[in-house]
Every structure is written in C-alpha cells, then in structure tokens.
C-alpha cells in the first residue's frame, strides 16, 4: 500500500533563505506524486507533480522536486522563500490502484519571518 | 479555468441534524472524491465516486453517506451531526485512468461546525 511521510510539521525560514520541506514516499509500484499547497481557509492548489518523465520537476511559483528512486523521497525547494510562500503544504502519492485517489501526507506548515 | 465548486464555505448546524455538503465540478470528471481535514491528521478520505452511481468508502466513511446521481455533483450527508464531525470537508475531482493527468482538483472547502 502507498503512503507518505512529511518530516517536521513546522517548518521557519528567514525571508530569502531556501526552503526545504521533505516527503518520503512508499509505494509498490512506480508512483505519481504530488505537491499542494493551502493557504489559510482554502482549497488545496497543486504545485506540481511527477508522472516519469524527469525526475526534476518544476512547479509554480519558483518550487522544484527531485524524484529520487533509491531514497524513495520527493524533497520540495525553492531557492529564495517569500513572505507569500507561508502556507501549509502537501505531499501526495496516487493510489497504484484503479480508484485514483490521492494519499495524502499530514502537512507541514511553513513559516516565513521577515 | 477548471473548476470545483462547494455550496458553502462555512457551515453552523446542530447535533443530530441531517447535513448536506454539494460539489459540482465543470471539468467532465469521472472520479469524484470526500476528504476530511483535521489540524496533525492531514486529509482522510470518507468516499469517492469513479462513475455515476458509484460509490467506494474511503478510509473513514462511518458517520458519512454520499450520492452522485450526475456526473458533475457529489454530494457528502452526515446522517445524523456529531460534534466530532467538525471539521474542514474537501472535495476534488480528476480524471480516470492511470495516466499522467491524475492530478485532484480541489474545491474552496467547507468549514462545518457542529454544536
């Protein structure tokens, strides 16, 4: 069965510093993943995703992940963070079966201090 | 612009009270799908829809029903309201199959309490 992790619940950067929040993943067949993020009493917006074909993926608003099979992890980055970047984000795998929902790991916060 | 829309943004309704939450996506979506979220649990899947009528349980479907008489609407009901059904209630959409489009979209929410 398919699952995710996301270290670390919370995470504060200075603005201008990288942004690293980690995802794990667990699958028995080759996944597609995910990255949403939600902003304060919304929806979730998809950031960006691996279906693959590179293993670098680019996504909105300047944050990239690098699938890397033999670490089973989908790191997602962005160089310079924002103030606008705080918000919580979501990392998802696709059920390998024929449902198609998403499997969703609990979230990390981010926070950005001016 | 793709879109999923959820009746209400924030809902007040008392316990035992029948609850409806509607979704309509305009995107001619097979797979419909109810998640809840809670503050430390992420997003937990209550039902999904992958075709008119049909109808999958989630992970945590007790206390939930839904319906999906057209392709477009999913509707989530709470039986019977409880207080510990307060929650963010979230609905997406995408297309079937395992292709590379298998990507959710995802409604505004609707923030229920229950009192």
């Known amino acids: 069965a398919q699952s995710v992790t996301q270290l670390g619940s919370h995470v504060s950067v200075s603005e201008g510093a990288l942004v690293l929040l980690r995802c794990n993943y667990s699958?028995?067949?080759?996944?597609?993943l995910f990255w949403y993020v939600q902003y304060p009493n919304q929806g979730l917006q998809l950031l960006l995703k691996?279906?693959?074909?590179?293993?670098l993926v680019k996504g909105i608003n300047g944050f990239e992940a690098e699938f890397k099979k033999s670490e089973t992890s989908f790191h997602l980055t962005k160089p310079s963070a924002h103030m606008s970047d705080a918000a919580e984000y979501f990392c998802?795998?696709?059920?390998?079966?024929?449902?198609?929902?998403?499997?969703f790991g609990k979230g990390t916060k981010l926070s950005v201090k001016p | 612009d793709v879109k999923v829309t959820q009746s209400s943004r924030y809902l007040v309704k008392r316990t035992g009270e029948k609850v409806f939450l509607e979704c309509v996506q305009d995107?001619?979506?097979?797979?419909m799908f109810w998640y809840r979220q809670d503050p430390g649990l992420g997003l937990r899947l209550i039902y999904f829809?992958?075709?008119?009528?049909?109808?999958e349980k989630g992970d945590i479907p007790e206390g939930y029903s839904v319906s999906r008489e057209k392709k477009e609407r999913f509707s989530l009901i709470l039986e019977s309201a409880s207080t510990n059904q307060t929650s963010m209630y979230l609905c997406?959409?995408?297309?079937?199959?395992?292709?590379?489009?298998?990507?959710?979209?995802f409604g505004q929410g609707t923030r229920l309490t229950v009192v």
């Open positions: 997406a959409s995408s297309l079937a199959g395992g292709g590379p489009r298998t990507e959710a979209f």
């Open positions: 699958s028995s067949v080759p996944p597609y």
């Open positions: 691996y279906t693959s074909a590179a293993t």
């Open positions: 998802a795998v696709r059920n390998g079966g024929s449902q198609g929902n998403l499997i």
């Open positions: 995107m001619d979506h097979e797979n």
């Open positions: 829809s992958y075709d008119v009528k049909m109808k």
